[in-house]
């Protein structure tokens, strides 16, 4: 199992900013898919996740509304469209899954298998 996160950068606040993780290696319809951030100095965050075949979906508070998770199975990779992007959003951005576990609340905090690289995002006029 490989997870490829990409597509951060800096961006305005209120802007939008769409990350993908690519998988590689194992069938995404089997695998629930979290996305989780982490500032330097600052424990990591689970952000969203999705779960396995897409029925559902779990947004942390600060970025209901906001942010959207989405897979596209033709394309084996998970988006995270960011919209209306605040400071406060500014960390390095992971992707990451483990087929033991389903999406919801306690999915971000079981000792995941599979992690991608990070991403950052920097929010920052």
């Known amino acids: 199992v490989q997870l490829q996160a990409s597509g951060g950068g800096l961006v305005q606040p209120g802007g939008s900013l769409r990350l993908s993780c690519a998988g590689s290696?194992?069938?995404?319809?089997?695998?629930?898919i979290g996305w989780f951030r982490q500032v330097p100095g600052k424990g990591r965050e689970g952000v969203a996740c999705?779960?396995?075949?897409?029925?559902?979906?779990y947004y942390t508070d600060s970025v209901k509304g906001r942010f959207t998770i989405s897979i596209d199975y033709a394309n084996s990779t998970v988006y995270l469209q960011m919209n209306n992007l605040e400071p406060e959003d500014t960390a390095v951005y992971y992707c990451?899954?483990?087929?033991?576990?389903?999406?919801?609340?306690?999915?971000?905090?079981?000792?995941?298998?599979?992690w991608g690289q990070g991403t950052q995002v920097t929010v920052s006029s």
């Open positions: 990451a899954s483990d087929e033991r576990y389903s999406c919801g609340q306690y999915f971000f905090h079981y000792r995941l298998d599979y």
């Open positions: 290696g194992f069938t995404l319809d089997y695998y629930p």
């Open positions: 999705i779960s396995r075949g897409g029925g559902s979906t």
